[in-house]
């Protein structure tokens, strides 16, 4: 017979793991639209082009081959974005797949008596509907930007060898 209680603690409840990932400073950046979801990545991209512009420039001296040094430090500065939505996307992911199992494993004292508990159908219903208006359109907003971001990135690249190719 079910129990229609959770006995799975407080802090380990996929809803309450949900709104801890939501309120977080990183994880919340996620959540916006338009230039407050972009603003970020393009400040990290500039602050990476910082760092990559004089190792490309070490590679491809800037006086001598400027459009191989502006597209191989554009590149080095597209790796940090990358990764910043790469992590996103898996925290927000593993947050979806907690939300929709229907069973959820907890430890109940943190010394590895892990226990398993069946979700109820309301307890289900909660969390399917927090996935489908909370954690997916994230999800989407991510993928989207992660394959912008990835297509500069090899677009540079590509665009960076076949210069050097030609030249």
């Excluded at 802090?11 to 990932?21: C, I, S, Y």
């Excluded at 970020?40 to 602050?47: K, R, S």
């Excluded at 996935?131 to 989207?144: A, F, G, I």
Aim: glycine share 6%; charged share 15%.
């Amino acid at each position: 017979m079910k129990s229609s209680t959770c006995p799975v603690p407080v802090e380990q409840r996929p809803v309450n793991e949900f709104q801890a990932l939501s309120e977080s400073w990183f994880f919340k950046w996620a959540m916006c639209r338009g230039w407050s979801f972009a603003k970020p990545l393009a400040i990290a991209f500039v602050a990476n082009l910082v760092v990559s512009a004089p190792i490309a420039a070490a590679s491809f001296p800037f006086h001598k081959f400027p459009l191989e040094c502006l597209l191989v430090a554009a590149a080095g500065a597209c790796l940090i974005p990358c990764l910043l939505l790469v992590r996103l996307y898996l925290g927000w992911n593993y947050i979806k797949s907690r939300l929709l199992d229907t069973k959820i494993f907890y430890e109940e004292s943190g010394w590895y008596d892990g226990q398993i508990w069946q979700k109820t159908p309301e307890f289900l219903d909660q969390d399917r509907l927090i996935v489908t208006y909370e954690v997916q359109p994230v999800l989407q907003r991510l993928q989207q930007a992660l394959v912008f971001a990835m297509g500069v990135f090899l677009g540079l690249v590509i665009a960076s060898i076949g210069w050097a190719m030609l030249g």
